[in-house]
Protein backbone atom coordinates (compact mmCIF):
# COMPACT_ATOMS: atom_id res chain seq x y z
CA UNK A 1 0.00 0.00 0.00
CA UNK A 2 1.51 3.39 -1.04
CA UNK A 3 0.51 6.47 1.95
CA UNK A 4 -1.50 8.65 0.71
CA UNK A 5 -0.14 11.11 2.66
CA UNK A 6 2.09 13.58 0.48
CA UNK A 7 4.99 15.70 0.85
CA UNK A 8 4.32 18.57 -1.83
CA UNK A 9 5.50 21.48 -0.32
CA UNK A 10 9.34 21.63 1.21
CA UNK A 11 8.65 25.19 2.83
CA UNK A 12 5.13 23.80 4.83
CA UNK A 13 6.35 21.14 5.49
CA UNK A 14 9.54 22.90 7.27
CA UNK A 15 7.17 24.73 9.23
CA UNK A 16 4.99 21.98 10.12
CA UNK A 17 7.78 18.84 10.80
CA UNK A 18 11.30 20.29 9.54
CA UNK A 19 11.31 21.89 13.14
CA UNK A 20 10.77 18.99 14.86
CA UNK A 21 12.92 16.97 12.65
CA UNK A 22 16.00 18.90 13.51
CA UNK A 23 14.88 18.89 17.31
CA UNK A 24 15.09 14.97 16.95
CA UNK A 25 17.58 15.05 14.98
CA UNK A 26 20.08 16.38 17.42
CA UNK A 27 19.32 14.34 19.89
CA UNK A 28 19.44 10.97 17.93
CA UNK A 29 23.42 12.52 16.46
CA UNK A 30 24.19 13.16 20.16
CA UNK A 31 23.07 9.06 20.74
CA UNK A 32 24.70 7.83 17.43
CA UNK A 33 28.29 9.85 17.77
CA UNK A 34 28.84 8.54 14.61
CA UNK A 35 32.49 9.30 13.74
CA UNK A 36 33.30 12.44 11.55
CA UNK A 37 33.98 12.23 7.64
CA UNK A 38 32.12 9.45 6.74
CA UNK A 39 30.43 9.22 3.24
CA UNK A 40 26.42 9.31 4.42
CA UNK A 41 23.33 8.15 2.48
CA UNK A 42 20.19 9.80 3.83
CA UNK A 43 17.66 7.74 3.00
CA UNK A 44 13.95 9.50 2.44
CA UNK A 45 16.05 12.98 3.17
CA UNK A 46 12.78 15.22 2.13
CA UNK A 47 13.58 18.88 2.43
CA UNK A 48 17.39 18.37 4.24
CA UNK A 49 16.21 19.14 7.20
CA UNK A 50 18.02 16.61 9.36
CA UNK A 51 20.49 16.51 5.89
CA UNK A 52 21.79 19.41 7.06
CA UNK A 53 22.22 18.43 10.63
CA UNK A 54 24.50 16.03 9.03
CA UNK A 55 26.61 18.32 7.44
CA UNK A 56 26.86 20.87 10.58
CA UNK A 57 27.71 17.99 12.97
CA UNK A 58 29.33 15.18 11.51
CA UNK A 59 31.57 17.06 8.95
CA UNK A 60 31.19 14.36 6.02
CA UNK A 61 33.32 13.29 3.16
CA UNK A 62 30.17 13.05 1.30
CA UNK A 63 26.68 13.57 1.11
CA UNK A 64 23.86 11.80 -1.00
CA UNK A 65 19.84 12.43 -0.58
CA UNK A 66 16.90 10.41 -1.69
CA UNK A 67 13.19 10.98 -1.85
CA UNK A 68 10.55 10.13 -4.05
CA UNK A 69 9.31 14.17 -3.73
CA UNK A 70 10.20 16.19 -5.91
CA UNK A 71 8.85 19.34 -4.22
CA UNK A 72 11.11 18.47 -1.12
CA UNK A 73 14.61 17.55 -2.60
CA UNK A 74 13.80 21.05 -4.23
CA UNK A 75 14.04 22.66 -1.12
CA UNK A 76 16.54 20.67 0.52
CA UNK A 77 18.56 21.78 -2.68
CA UNK A 78 18.09 25.18 -2.08
CA UNK A 79 20.00 25.33 1.72
CA UNK A 80 23.20 26.51 1.70
CA UNK A 81 24.59 23.68 3.94
CA UNK A 82 23.33 21.51 1.20
CA UNK A 83 25.18 22.98 -2.20
CA UNK A 84 27.85 19.86 -2.29
CA UNK A 85 24.98 17.13 -1.12
CA UNK A 86 24.11 14.76 -4.51
CA UNK A 87 20.16 14.43 -4.53
CA UNK A 88 17.78 12.07 -6.37
CA UNK A 89 14.46 10.98 -6.77
CA UNK A 90 13.93 7.64 -5.66
CA UNK A 91 12.91 5.10 -3.17
CA UNK A 92 13.61 3.31 0.15
CA UNK A 93 12.85 0.27 -1.51
CA UNK A 94 15.53 -0.23 -4.45
CA UNK A 95 18.09 2.62 -3.78
CA UNK A 96 19.99 3.54 -7.24
CA UNK A 97 23.73 2.82 -5.45
CA UNK A 98 26.00 0.27 -5.28
CA UNK A 99 26.76 -2.07 -3.44
CA UNK A 100 29.22 -1.62 -0.29
CA UNK A 101 29.34 2.01 -1.36
CA UNK A 102 28.51 4.33 1.89
CA UNK A 103 29.99 4.29 5.49
CA UNK A 104 26.46 5.14 6.76
CA UNK A 105 22.87 4.90 5.80
CA UNK A 106 20.18 6.86 7.91
CA UNK A 107 16.25 6.93 7.45
CA UNK A 108 14.89 10.23 9.66
CA UNK A 109 11.31 10.21 10.11
CA UNK A 110 10.76 7.95 6.98
CA UNK A 111 10.39 4.18 7.43
CA UNK A 112 6.60 4.06 8.93
CA UNK A 113 6.61 5.50 5.22
CA UNK A 114 7.73 2.60 3.34
CA UNK A 115 5.56 0.30 2.26
CA UNK A 116 7.56 -2.86 3.20
CA UNK A 117 10.66 -1.98 5.19
CA UNK A 118 12.28 -5.07 5.85
CA UNK A 119 12.85 -4.27 2.24
CA UNK A 120 14.20 -0.91 2.98
CA UNK A 121 16.33 -2.17 5.71
CA UNK A 122 17.54 -4.57 3.16
CA UNK A 123 18.82 -2.03 1.03
CA UNK A 124 20.43 0.09 3.46
CA UNK A 125 22.35 -2.71 4.58
CA UNK A 126 23.70 -3.48 1.00
CA UNK A 127 24.80 -0.33 0.16
CA UNK A 128 26.74 0.21 3.82
CA UNK A 129 30.38 -1.11 3.67
CA UNK A 130 31.42 -3.86 5.88
CA UNK A 131 31.62 -2.07 9.40
CA UNK A 132 29.67 0.89 8.78
CA UNK A 133 26.29 1.99 10.24
CA UNK A 134 22.67 1.78 9.88
CA UNK A 135 20.13 3.65 11.52
CA UNK A 136 16.81 5.27 11.75
CA UNK A 137 14.53 7.15 13.89
CA UNK A 138 10.85 7.09 13.78
CA UNK A 139 7.95 9.02 15.60
CA UNK A 140 6.57 6.08 17.91
CA UNK A 141 2.77 6.43 16.15
CA UNK A 142 1.88 3.15 18.22
CA UNK A 143 3.12 4.51 21.17
CA UNK A 144 1.31 8.23 20.75
CA UNK A 145 4.12 9.96 19.94
CA UNK A 146 3.08 11.73 16.97
CA UNK A 147 3.46 15.54 17.63
CA UNK A 148 -0.05 16.21 16.22
CA UNK A 149 -1.50 13.13 17.88
CA UNK A 150 -3.82 15.86 19.91
CA UNK A 151 -5.24 17.38 16.80
CA UNK A 152 -5.43 14.10 14.85
CA UNK A 153 -7.81 12.66 17.62
CA UNK A 154 -10.09 15.62 17.86
CA UNK A 155 -10.22 14.99 13.82
CA UNK A 156 -11.21 11.58 13.90
CA UNK A 157 -13.63 12.52 16.91
CA UNK A 158 -15.43 14.56 14.56
CA UNK A 159 -15.92 11.77 12.01
CA UNK A 160 -13.10 12.58 9.65
CA UNK A 161 -10.79 10.53 8.23
CA UNK A 162 -7.01 11.27 8.94
CA UNK A 163 -4.45 9.18 6.70
CA UNK A 164 -1.95 7.13 8.65
CA UNK A 165 1.67 5.81 6.67
CA UNK A 166 1.45 2.55 5.36
CA UNK A 167 3.60 1.13 8.24
CA UNK A 168 3.03 3.13 11.15
CA UNK A 169 3.23 0.11 13.73
CA UNK A 170 6.99 -0.50 12.26
CA UNK A 171 8.05 2.20 14.42
CA UNK A 172 7.90 0.32 17.99
CA UNK A 173 11.12 -0.29 19.76
CA UNK A 174 10.53 -4.14 19.33
CA UNK A 175 9.61 -3.65 15.87
CA UNK A 176 12.63 -2.14 15.43
CA UNK A 177 14.93 -4.52 17.07
CA UNK A 178 13.06 -7.10 14.93
CA UNK A 179 13.81 -5.59 11.65
CA UNK A 180 17.44 -4.61 12.24
CA UNK A 181 17.89 -8.19 13.81
CA UNK A 182 16.37 -9.92 11.01
CA UNK A 183 18.45 -7.75 8.48
CA UNK A 184 21.73 -9.66 9.72
CA UNK A 185 22.97 -6.76 11.28
CA UNK A 186 24.91 -6.70 14.77
CA UNK A 187 25.37 -4.75 17.73
CA UNK A 188 22.00 -3.23 17.41
CA UNK A 189 20.48 -0.69 20.12
CA UNK A 190 17.51 1.27 20.54
CA UNK A 191 16.42 4.28 22.19
CA UNK A 192 13.78 6.92 22.93
CA UNK A 193 14.37 10.48 22.18
CA UNK A 194 11.86 13.27 23.80
CA UNK A 195 11.62 16.50 22.61
CA UNK A 196 9.38 19.85 22.98
CA UNK A 197 8.52 22.51 20.97
CA UNK A 198 7.01 25.97 21.52
CA UNK A 199 4.60 27.65 19.23
CA UNK A 200 4.13 31.44 19.95
CA UNK A 201 0.27 31.02 20.74
CA UNK A 202 -2.70 29.07 19.16
CA UNK A 203 -2.84 31.23 16.07
CA UNK A 204 1.00 29.80 15.33
CA UNK A 205 -0.17 26.48 16.22
CA UNK A 206 -3.00 26.93 13.77
CA UNK A 207 -1.79 27.91 10.77
CA UNK A 208 1.14 25.58 11.39
CA UNK A 209 -0.96 22.63 11.45
CA UNK A 210 -2.60 23.79 8.35
CA UNK A 211 0.70 23.13 5.93
CA UNK A 212 0.75 19.60 7.60
CA UNK A 213 0.96 16.45 4.67
CA UNK A 214 -0.72 14.38 7.44
CA UNK A 215 -3.62 16.79 8.18
CA UNK A 216 -4.12 19.55 6.02
CA UNK A 217 -6.34 17.55 3.65
CA UNK A 218 -8.41 16.48 6.77
CA UNK A 219 -8.48 19.97 7.67
CA UNK A 220 -9.63 21.22 4.55
CA UNK A 221 -12.62 18.58 4.28
CA UNK A 222 -14.32 19.94 6.97
CA UNK A 223 -16.71 22.63 6.58
CA UNK A 224 -16.91 26.20 8.50
CA UNK A 225 -19.07 25.27 11.22
CA UNK A 226 -17.27 22.27 11.72
CA UNK A 227 -13.81 23.47 11.34
CA UNK A 228 -15.28 26.10 14.20
CA UNK A 229 -15.78 23.30 16.48
CA UNK A 230 -12.87 21.48 15.74
CA UNK A 231 -10.53 24.38 16.62
CA UNK A 232 -12.47 25.14 19.99
CA UNK A 233 -12.17 21.29 21.05
CA UNK A 234 -7.97 21.50 20.28
CA UNK A 235 -7.97 24.89 21.91
CA UNK A 236 -9.31 23.87 24.75
CA UNK A 237 -7.15 20.34 25.11
CA UNK A 238 -4.13 22.05 24.24
CA UNK A 239 -1.70 23.04 27.11
CA UNK A 240 -1.89 26.81 26.62
CA UNK A 241 0.50 28.81 29.22
CA UNK A 242 -0.28 32.23 30.83
CA UNK A 243 1.90 33.99 28.30
CA UNK A 244 -0.71 32.45 25.33
CA UNK A 245 2.62 29.99 24.48
CA UNK A 246 1.94 26.31 24.01
CA UNK A 247 4.16 23.93 24.58
CA UNK A 248 4.25 20.58 22.95
CA UNK A 249 6.07 17.34 23.10
CA UNK A 250 6.84 14.68 20.93
CA UNK A 251 8.80 10.95 21.36
CA UNK A 252 10.54 9.20 18.84
CA UNK A 253 11.67 5.65 18.83
CA UNK A 254 15.71 4.72 17.03
CA UNK A 255 17.56 2.11 16.43
CA UNK A 256 20.92 1.57 15.14
CA UNK A 257 23.06 -2.04 14.07
CA UNK A 258 26.35 -2.10 12.17
CA UNK A 259 26.86 -3.86 8.81
CA UNK A 260 29.34 -7.42 10.07
CA UNK A 261 32.83 -7.25 9.02
C1 LIG B 1 8.31 12.88 7.59
S1 LIG B 1 9.22 13.10 6.12
C2 LIG B 1 10.93 13.01 6.73
C3 LIG B 1 11.85 13.85 5.89
C4 LIG B 1 13.24 14.05 6.49
N1 LIG B 1 13.94 12.79 6.58
C5 LIG B 1 13.17 14.71 7.84
O1 LIG B 1 13.69 14.16 8.81
O2 LIG B 1 12.61 15.80 7.94
C6 LIG B 1 9.05 11.57 5.31
C7 LIG B 1 9.76 11.52 3.96
O3 LIG B 1 9.73 10.18 3.49
C8 LIG B 1 9.61 10.22 2.10
N2 LIG B 1 9.16 8.90 1.62
C9 LIG B 1 7.90 8.43 1.54
N3 LIG B 1 7.91 7.18 1.04
C10 LIG B 1 9.20 6.86 0.80
C11 LIG B 1 9.86 5.72 0.24
N4 LIG B 1 9.17 4.64 -0.15
N5 LIG B 1 11.20 5.75 0.11
C12 LIG B 1 11.91 6.84 0.51
N6 LIG B 1 11.34 7.94 1.05
C13 LIG B 1 10.00 7.96 1.18
C14 LIG B 1 8.63 11.35 1.85
O4 LIG B 1 8.67 11.84 0.53
C15 LIG B 1 9.09 12.37 2.88
O5 LIG B 1 10.00 13.29 2.36
Known amino acids: MTSPIKFSNGATYERFMGIWSQKVGHAFLDWLAPPEGAHWLDVGCGNGAFTELLVERCSPSAIEGIDPSGPQLAFAQERPALRSAVFQQ ?74 VPPSAQVSSLASLTALWSAAGLQEVATHTITVERTFADFEDYWTTVQGGPSVSGALASLGAEAAGALQSTVRARLPVADDGSITLSARANAVKGRVPV
Open 90 to 163: GDAMALPYADNSVDAAVMPLVIFFVPDPALGVTEMVRVVRAGGSVSAYAWDMPGGGFPYALLQSALRECGVEVP
